[in-house]
């Protein structure tokens, strides 16, 4: 019984203790809820005073890492740097870069960059020296003497001497390699001094023969140890090219496009060992196309640094403000050229007859920019331009009357010429470009008005050259480089008509006594006044006889990405002028203090 009781007690006390550490733990509980409450109450509290300084803290730093640079940007400026890629796209085909064959485009491109000259021009189109050290004429005028600088190199790290400058230039003299630069050379006598001087004896006196030594110098030592009939084809003029100019060959790769064509990427480094200082680009890329479409399509997706040659280039500049237009006009001349020597054009009066009926501005006005109009077979920036003595055009009905005499009937039902039966038409060759195709339709719709019929001819940059070379065309329009000289006699004298002629520059085939006689006397003479004089007779026949349409002064475009620095070409006389100064290119700029 007392055991029951002191059980029952015991459990009554344990009951009392656990409902007192029941409420313990909840009053703790309680104290622990507020308590928590009130902290996470103070938190919310010190999250936004600690997110509130670190917003203000950033803002600070942000605000003066922003006036650093704004103060960075203004006590610097951009400055040309070396090293770098240029890229560089142009319309044609790599074949031949030796400078005794190359012509077109491309090739003369590749070889300018990879030869140098006994002589250049500067950005002003005057001649300095390259090679030459000096350069000294005698008293009558014709013989030259020409001294080369010291410790000049080829390439592959070869000696240049005065011995290579004879082997260039009689390789040139050579008939039967057919050099396009032979017409210039036949009759001038090589006689080497020294390792370091050379001489030119000329038949004659002749102010324009400097001009004519700057032209690329090859190698005799690789050269002269090839067949004379395989060096055209040989491989040191494409693939193991060694030359003396600012860059070197790297490798040549051909790439396939549709249609069975081809492209080359043409790759060069820079020659270390340039006399002129070595060249500030590292690489120099040139990327053949074969139609303008492309090349203007890779300039404007960026895979292009530079771009030449092309038509319409303003659209490419607007949509891009980083691209630079460095174009120049051209001491050049766009003409229609007849081919007298063949019906229909061996008739006087229709050629002149074309010539009046021509509105040279209404020609030229959708070309998309200004052009300089040409109105005679000289420049008139040189001193045998005559403004008294020029291409007179915009006279219909003097036209008119000129083909009437000459027999050509205007058909009043089909407004066409006929002439026993047979209509006057002919066809007029042109570049497929579309400053070419503009100016052609422009003229075959002038030309259409007088009863004349004119079928257009468009061939590609390939076809072109080789219509050229054969002179296979009744008429056609084309560019002649005239150079800052006005000797024309390459594209005027009769002997560069014939089909023996290694350059057939006379691309009208013209032929006049008193023309030859007046070339000729013009340019053995070294008074530009007396020189005038004598061209005078041939301006007067050549007047006379209409054997081309002068038209303008083309312009040579040449557009480039920034950054880009130092091309301070002002003068173009052909396309390869734009390298006069390559070395000194660069294509990089670094961040400098301004009072550096």
């Known amino acids: 019984m007392l055991e029951t009781e002191k059980t029952t007690r015991i459990k009554r006390l344990l009951r009392r203790q656990r409902r007192k550490a029941e409420k313990s733990a909840a009053s703790a509980d309680s104290r622990i809820d507020q308590h928590l409450a009130n902290k996470v109450h103070r938190f919310e509290s010190v999250r936004r005073f600690i997110f509130g300084w670190v917003a203000i803290v950033l803002l600070i730093t942000g605000v003066t890492f922003y006036q650093f640079n704004v103060f960075y940007g203004a006590t610097r400026k951009a400055v040309p740097a070396e090293g770098g890629v240029f890229r560089e796209g142009i319309i044609g085909k790599f074949t031949n870069a030796n400078p005794v064959f190359a012509t077109g485009a ?144 790297n490798k040549v790769e051909v790439q396939k496009l549709k249609e069975n064509k081809t ?11 340039y006399h002129l200082g070595k060249p500030k680009i590292d690489q120099y890329f040139i990327q053949t196309y074969r139609d303008e479409g492309s090349v203007k399509q890779d300039m404007e997706a960026n895979r292009l640094d530079a771009i030449n040659g092309v038509t319409n280039p303003e659209k490419i500049i607007a949509k891009d403000t980083n ?28 050629r002149k007859a074309l010539v009046l009926a021509t509105n040279r501005g209404e020609a030229v006005k959708d070309l998309g920019y200004p052009v300089k109009i040409s109105d005679s ?36 039902s089909s407004g066409q010429r006929e002439k026993a039966g047979q209509r006057l038409e002919f066809s007029l060759t042109a570049r497929s470009l579309d400053d070419y195709k503009k100016v052609s339709e422009s003229l075959a719709s002038q030309w259409k008005e007088i009863g004349v019929t004119v079928k257009i001819v468009s061939l590609d940059e390939e076809e072109m050259q080789t219509a050229i070379a054969s002179h296979s065309y009744s008429s056609v329009l084309s560019a002649i480089s005239l150079g800052y000289d006005p000797d024309i006699f390459a594209f005027w004298h009769s002997s560069q008509k014939d089909i023996g002629a290694s350059s057939k520059l006379n691309l009208s085939e013209y032929a006049s006594k008193p023309a030859d006689q007046a070339l000729e006397g013009g340019r053995s003479r070294s008074d530009p006044s007396v020189r005038a004089v004598k061209y005078a007779p041939f301006l007067v026949n050549w007047l006379n006889d209409a054997p081309a349409l002068t038209l303008y002064q083309p312009r040579y475009v040449f557009i480039v990405r920034e950054p880009f620095y130092n091309f301070d070409t002002a003068s173009i006389s052909s396309n390869t002028d734009r390298y006069n100064n390559v070395h000194n290119w660069t294509v990089k700029d670094k961040k400098v203090r301004k009072n550096q």
């Open 106 to 249: 491309v090739d003369t491109s590749v070889s300018k960059l990879l030869h140098s000259g006994l002589l250049k021009y500067d950005g002003n189109g005057q001649l300095t020296n390259d090679l030459a050290e000096s350069w000294t004429v005698d008293a009558s005028g014709s013989t030259y003497t020409v001294k080369l600088r010291k410790d000049l190199k080829w390439h592959d790290k070869k000696p240049i001497t005065s011995k290579d400058v004879e082997f260039t230039y009689k390789l040139i003299q050579n008939p039967d390699l057919k050099s396009p630069l032979r017409s210039s050379w036949q009759g001038v006598g090589i006689k080497v001094v020294d390792d370091r001087t050379i001489t030119f004896v000329l038949q004659g006196s002749l102010s324009s023969f400097p001009h004519y030594l700057t032209n690329g110098i090859i190698p005799e030592h690789i050269y002269g140890k090839i067949d004379i009939a395989q060096i055209r084809s040989d491989s040191h003029n494409n693939q193991n090219i060694v030359g003396s100019g600012p860059f070197k060959i």
């Open 263 to 273: 492209s080359e990427r043409i790759s060069l480094t820079a020659n270390t060992n």
């Open 323 to 350: 691209i630079q237009d460095m174009s120049r006009t051209l001491t050049s001349q766009v003409n229609v050229f007849f081919k007298v020597s063949e019906p229909p054009f061996n008739d006087p009066n229709l």
């Open 377 to 412: 077979p000289f420049l008139d920036t040189t001193f045998a331009y005559d403004k008294n003595q020029i291409q007179k055009t915009n006279n219909i009905a003097e036209a008119g009357k000129l083909l009437d005499s000459s027999g050509w009937v205007m058909n009043q």
